[in-house]
């Protein structure tokens, strides 16, 4: 069950980190699902033996945009702004960086913290700030300005 916060509490905690996820595993079926999805079969994502030996990273690698479509079940998964709101929706992103490479079986959680909130008469447009930690890195793999919505 996700962290209920209410507006109030959003907006007296805007620039502090309020959540943490669980960790999410990365692994070759999920990437290979990804790809198939997408239609992106490059190498360095699906081709487990020639990465092994042409790819810098000695491995397959997930998509930047699958690490970054991650963000969908860390954030349901761990926090919402409590009220009355009926739905919510996805509102789009305004920056986002990939900043190291998640291999494959990796394990990475979001690191949460809101940025801004704007009150409206059908609801509230919230931005959330969100890091995606690889496990055992010093990097992040994403890094994200989520906006999001939540109607009455």
């Known amino acids: 069950m996700p962290k209920q916060v209410p507006v109030d509490e959003f907006r007296a905690s805007i620039g502090a980190e309020i959540a943490v996820s669980d960790w999410f595993t990365i692994s070759q079926d999920r990437i290979d699902n990804f790809a ?7 190498w360095i994502h699906v081709d487990v033996e020639r990465a092994r030996t042409e790819s810098p990273f000695k491995t397959t690698i997930g998509h930047g945009f699958l690490s970054l479509s991650m963000l969908a079940p860390i ?8 009220g009355d709101f009926k739905h919510g929706i996805n509102y789009g992103l ?17 690191r949460i913290t809101p940025h801004a909130l704007d009150e409206h008469e059908w609801g509230v447009q919230t ?8 496990e055992h890195s010093p990097k992040p793999c994403v890094v994200a300005e989520w906006v999001t919505r939540a109607y009455r």
Do not use: C
Request: aromatic share 8%; no cysteine; charged share 20%.
């Open 75 to 82: 954030m349901m998964n761990t926090v919402k702004v409590a």
């Open 36 to 42: 198939d999805t997408t239609e992106d079969h490059q």
């Open 94 to 110: 305004n920056r986002v960086r990939f900043p190291s490479p998640v291999p494959a079986g990796s394990r990475i959680r979001g």
């Open 127 to 134: 931005v959330w700030q969100v890091y995606v930690e690889l």
